[in-house]
């Protein structure tokens, strides 16, 4: 992938449950473990609440109209290396995901679609 291609972007809908979120809970994070609990999918949490290490790679600061400061995407290692031909593309549906993603309440889920980019 080259430095032009986002590996991580949002749909317009994942934008704007990301306002809501930010102006209910402020600065905003992602985090996917890949491991259980909907580890596949990206989970939600206010900046700081879930504690990175080593074993995670920051993926992308994303820019969201509305809201001041860039949410991080963090991955951990292990699943970055299944996942690193790709770019995600991080969108909303309707149902609940884990709960301990912040936008469980609300009744729908963030949810990773992909697609294969060339290295």
Known sequence: MD?????????????????????????????????????????????GEFRTGASDVLLAELCVDGVEEPVAFWMSRSQYAVWSHTRLIVDVVAGRGSGFSIEAPEGVRFLIRSRVVDV
């Open 3 to 47: 430095d032009e291609t986002p590996r991580v972007e949002l749909t317009p809908a994942a934008a704007d449950l990301l306002r809501r979120l930010r102006a209910e809970h402020g600065p905003l994070m992602f985090h996917q473990s890949g491991g259980c609990c909907d580890g596949s999918a990206p989970m939600c949490f206010p900046e």
